[in-house]
């Protein structure tokens, strides 16, 4: 789905439809791997502090940071920040190989 939401972007999708599958595509896949974990509710912060404990990598550091907590609520966003965004999803999604009933301690 990843690549799709990728190439839809790329095709002259709307950004901020882009970013709404972007967003979708990242908590459902959370919700898969991590089902003991309370998960529906995390946003901002907390949200980030989730993807951070569960990543190697922490791809989600630094000016993705920002990036990540706000881009949920924005309609356009630079091409240079969405490919970072996108390189940072792929990353994480990465990190977290399919793996039934894991939790993390938030």
């Given amino acids: 789905q990843l690549t799709q939401i990728e190439q839809a972007y790329q095709q002259g999708e709307d950004t901020g ?6 967003g979708l595509l990242l908590k459902h ?3 898969i791997q991590f ?3 309370q998960l529906r509710h995390l946003c901002g912060e907390q949200w980030l502090v989730f993807l951070q404990k569960t990543s190697r990598t922490r ?3 630094d ?3 920002v990036d990540m907590i706000y881009f949920p609520y924005q ?3 630079t091409p240079s920040v ?5 390189a940072a999803v792929r990353q994480w999604l ?3 190989p399919h793996r039934s009933y894991r939790s993390i301690r938030l």
């Fill in 82 to 86: 969405m490919s970072k965004l996108l």
């Fill in 17 to 22: 439809v882009c970013l709404m599958k972007l």
């Fill in 35 to 37: 089902p003991q974990t």
């Fill in 63 to 65: 000016e993705n940071e």
């Fill in 75 to 77: 309609n356009t966003i």
């Fill in 94 to 96: 990465m990190d977290n």
């Fill in 29 to 31: 896949y959370a919700i």
């Fill in 59 to 61: 791809p989600f550091l």
